[in-house]
């Protein structure tokens, strides 16, 4: 977990500087993309996030939306994964469940 932690890290910060440079940092646009899903669906990633899964994979998700020791999320105004995404279903592990591994199979692109 510590190696993905620290990848998990390096991707944010490579993120958060590009999107510093488009003058966007921290106002990503609110998702509405999955206003028609069901209570209970997987909602879908917000067009902010296209392309992600492929460079950044799963640690990079986890960058923003897992915990870490201090906060759940790590990244404030991001979403926290639900407790069932994490070994034991407990964010305490800080660790992802394997079954879940590939969020781009649940949370498709919106
Ligand atoms: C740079 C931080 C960051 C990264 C990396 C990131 N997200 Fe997000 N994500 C956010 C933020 C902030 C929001 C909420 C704001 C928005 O809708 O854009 C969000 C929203 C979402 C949502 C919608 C949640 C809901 O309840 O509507 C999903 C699903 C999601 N992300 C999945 C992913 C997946 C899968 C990955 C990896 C491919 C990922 N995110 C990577 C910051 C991030
Ligand atoms: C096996 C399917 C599956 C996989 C794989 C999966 N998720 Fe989810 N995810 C779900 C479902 C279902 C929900 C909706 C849970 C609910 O509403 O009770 C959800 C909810 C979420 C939410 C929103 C939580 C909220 O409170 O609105 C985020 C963010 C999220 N997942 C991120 C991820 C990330 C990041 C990954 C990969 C590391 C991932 N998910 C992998 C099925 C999955």
């Given at each position: 977990?510590?190696?993905?932690?620290?990848?998990?890290a390096l991707a944010l910060a490579m993120l958060t500087g590009t999107m510093a440079a488009a003058?966007?940092?921290?106002?990503?646009?609110?998702?509405?993309?999955?206003?028609?899903?069901?209570?209970?669906?997987?909602?879908?990633?917000?067009?902010?996030?296209?392309?992600?899964?492929?460079?950044?994979?799963?640690?990079?998700?986890?960058?923003?939306?897992?915990?870490?020791?201090?906060?759940?999320?790590?990244?404030?105004?991001?979403?926290?994964?639900?407790?069932?995404?994490?070994?034991?279903?407990?964010?305490?592990?800080?660790?992802?469940?394997?079954?879940?591994?590939?969020?781009?199979?649940?949370?498709?692109?919106?």
């Amino acid at each position: 977990m510590r190696k993905q932690l620290v990848a998990g890290a390096l991707a944010l910060a490579m993120l958060t500087g590009t999107m510093a440079a488009a003058g966007c940092a921290g106002t990503e646009p609110k998702n509405d993309a999955s206003a028609n899903v069901p209570a209970g669906a997987p909602p879908l990633m917000p067009a902010s996030h296209d392309g992600r899964f492929e460079s950044l994979g799963a640690p990079g998700c986890y960058g923003c939306h897992g915990a870490s020791e201090r906060s759940n999320p790590m990244l404030n105004g991001s979403v926290a994964l639900p407790e069932d995404h994490y070994v034991d279903g407990s964010s305490q592990t800080l660790e992802l469940d394997p079954t879940h591994d590939q969020c781009n199979t649940c949370h498709v692109q919106g």
